[in-house]
């Protein structure tokens, strides 16, 4: 009995909390440009000045630039990700103009260090006193004071304009931008005439660091020219998306007659499992704000694939045994243990192939094997050990007794 009520219980809570959750769910996935419409745009990046080095640092920097630009611009959750040693691409969904989104984006990152000009209201500061290519390139550096604390150490070119600019601001705030994004203002409290300074404050390591490579990107801003571009209409994009979810629904159906009719209640337990299993993918979704793209349907309907086949194992390797005469309660733990290694095999071989396109992929490639690394592992937890967990609570508890209710005619059994 007390198997029997942790059964019920468990499914009724579970399909209570799956009904009234799974419709605000599906609002909150955050879709991507091939199902919402909008444009991506491929960059090629190189140094401004001739001669200068391009770093993964500097193109790191400089793509998390484009992401803030495209952020002030009201664009919707922009997707900016570098690909290979020198190019960015940027994605953007719901996009009104194009053109003006096109011009912003293309133009180099900008460092400035500025004063408050007159007439400036507090925390304001307009006067351009120093611009990036002021700086001595890779000069920025993250090291400790006398109290351990971080601080940042910077060299400028022209030793007599820093000098002047400290003597002036003596007291003052000398404020650091990026584009027009205030990062720091710290206050100068001594005349500087070594061309070098430190910036010190409240900072954390990983704000000074970011800080540094934020001054050494100034110093060395990347040119961007466009390679490839291509936009989708959000109509376009909406019957995209209408048709995979009615191909999908159709299909599920479909899996789930088709195991309920040939396995009868324990094809009607996998079907539970593969409800859930499809529901914590939403919900993965959902909290790790992954972007859902057709790459990401078809992986996720790749992995659902892959789990009905686990179920069907499991189901015909414990027929197989019910067909040889065993008793339910030891086809079930006969045929799952037998199933078990072959299914586990067959996703762990499937993990690693998505790991090593997820690890040398760019772009959609990327999407489609994260999602189908997620589906997997959610697969082994939920058709792999709970379905079973469920089918054990039911043969434990007397209710699952009878070759018939595993689709398995008693005239079989005795003919072998």
Do not use: C
């Not at 960059?43 to 920097?61: C, D, F, N, V, W």
């Not at 007439?119 to 920025?140: H, M, R, T």
């Not at 309660?329 to 993990?351: E, L, P, Q």
């Amino acid at each position: 009995m007390k198997r029997l009520m942790s059964f019920i219980v468990t499914v009724l809570v579970l399909t209570g909390v799956m009904v009234f959750t799974t419709p605000g769910l599906l609002d909150k996935v955050r879709l991507g440009l091939d199902l919402k419409g909008g444009f991506e745009i491929l960059y090629h990046a190189e140094p401004m000045e001739a001669g200068g080095a391009l770093t993964r640092a500097s193109l790191q920097k400089t793509a998390e630039s484009l992401e803030k630009r495209a952020n002030a611009l009201g664009t919707s959750e922009p997707e900016v990700t570098t690909e290979g040693t020198d190019r960015i691409r940027l994605k953007i969904a719901g996009v009104t103009n194009e053109a003006e989104v096109r011009k912003k984006m293309k133009e180099p990152a900008v460092l400035t260090f500025r004063s408050a000009a007159e007439g400036d209201p507090a925390g304001k500061y307009s006067k351009i006193e120093l611009v990036g290519s002021d700086f001595v390139e890779g000069a920025a550096e993250v090291g400790r004071d006398s109290l351990n604390q971080p601080i940042i150490s910077i060299k400028v070119k022209d030793k007599a304009k820093f000098t002047e600019i400290t003597k002036r601001l003596l007291g003052k705030n000398l404020a650091i931008y990026l584009d027009e994004n205030l990062l720091s203002d710290p206050v100068v409290r001594a005349e500087l005439t070594d061309g070098s300074a430190s910036i010190s404050g409240s900072y954390t390591l990983q704000e000074a660091r970011e800080l540094a490579d934020t001054i050494n990107l100034g110093a060395l801003p990347l040119k961007l020219t466009e390679k490839y571009s291509q936009s989708v209409g959000a109509t376009l994009g909406k019957q995209s998306l209408e048709q995979t979810i009615k191909a999908g629904l159709v299909g599920s159906l479909i899996i789930l007659i088709f195991m309920i009719g040939m396995y009868r209640l324990p094809g009607l337990l996998a079907s539970f499992a593969l409800i859930l299993h499809t529901w914590l993918l939403i919900l993965v979704f959902v909290w790790a704000d992954f972007t859902l793209t057709l790459p990401g349907i078809a992986a996720f309907i790749l992995g659902i694939g892959m789990a009905v086949d686990a179920n069907i194992i499991t189901n015909e390797r414990i027929r197989e045994e019910i067909y040889n005469g065993k008793s339910i309660m030891s086809a079930v733990k006969a045929g799952s243990k037998s199933s078990f290694r072959t299914v586990m095999d067959a996703n762990i071989t499937t993990i690693i192939v998505a790991a090593v396109m997820f690890a040398y992929g760019t772009g959609a490639v990327k999407g489609f094997a994260l999602v189908l690394i997620v589906e997997i592992v959610l697969s082994i937890a939920t058709n792999l050990y709970f379905s079973r967990w469920l089918l054990n609570l039911l043969v434990k508890a007397g209710k699952l007794s009878k070759p018939k209710q595993f689709g398995v005619k008693e005239s079989e059994i005795r003919a072998l």
